[in-house]
């Protein structure tokens, strides 16, 4: 089945940098690349996803970047604020399942 | 349009007492998915359900745990005799339709954060 790898697990930086966190998945058949926001105590948000029939997706500060030959899709986000603070999960489906298969997460820290 | 519905948001129970998480989709969604969260960990697939049907529960331990999508109502996860180490975050997500290969996507409730004491 498919396996998401997810780096760093934590990531600080000061506001105003750009802030990436990569994944990679194993299912080459996957075909939907999802990333999802958590708040603390609250459920997870989706901010932004890719298909595999395209390369780069943007919205607004945030960017998603997919290299379906490495199998490796990257998360860009721009002017970090404080109130990007939270911890990110990249997800893949496709192939043979229905379902989001997720990473374990990166904490990222904006420092004001 | 209300998002996805979970009840309650805080549940806690004695060890060998039975758990019953409710999830209500988007409206129009006919697609539900139950993920379990562990504290700082993420999230892991349990199961996904299609009105009235079971379209993949391997991540489902094979005893206790249950879970149904009925034509009229919300989702359903039962954990039964529940034990410590359910302890966690169980979320829920619903799709207007597969999202294997179509144009939709997953949107998750607040989940149901359960505590077995």
């Known amino acids: 089945g498919e396996n998401v790898e997810q780096h760093p697990s934590t990531l600080s930086v000061q506001e105003g940098d750009s802030a990436v966190i990569k994944c990679t998945y194993s299912?080459?058949?996957?075909?939907?690349f999802p990333w999802y926001k958590q708040e603390l105590g609250k459920g997870p948000q989706l901010i932004i996803d890719?298909?595999?029939?395209?390369g780069e997706k943007k919205d607004q500060r945030i960017a998603v970047t997919l290299n379906k030959t490495a199998k490796h899709f990257s998360l860009h986000i721009t002017e970090t604020q404080p109130e990007d603070s939270a911890v990110y999960f990249c997800?893949?489906?496709?192939?043979?399942?229905?379902?989001?298969?997720f990473g374990k997460g990166t904490k990222l820290s904006v420092k004001p | 349009n209300a998002g996805v519905m979970q009840n309650p948001r805080h549940l806690v129970r004695r060890r060998g007492q039975e758990a019953r998480l409710r999830c209500s989709p988007m409206?129009?969604?006919?697609?539900v998915y139950w993920y379990r969260q562990l504290p700082e960990e993420g999230l892991k697939f349990m199961v996904y359900?299609?009105?009235?049907?079971?379209?993949?529960e391997s991540g489902m331990p094979k005893e206790r745990f249950s879970a149904e999508f009925p034509k009229e109502g919300p989702s359903i996860l039962r954990i039964q005799q529940v034990v410590r180490g359910d302890s966690a975050a169980y979320f829920c997500?619903?799709?207007?339709?597969?999202?294997?290969?179509?144009?939709?996507?997953?949107?998750f409730g607040q989940g149901t954060r359960l505590t077995v004491v």
């Open positions: 890719i298909r595999s029939n395209v």
């Open positions: 997500a619903s799709s207007l339709t597969t999202v294997l290969g179509g144009n939709t996507e997953a949107f």
């Open positions: 997800a893949a489906m496709g192939g043979s399942q229905g379902n989001l298969i």
């Open positions: 409206k129009g969604h006919s697609h």
């Open positions: 359900l299609q009105k009235e049907n079971i379209i993949d």
């Open positions: 299912d080459s058949a996957s075909n939907y």
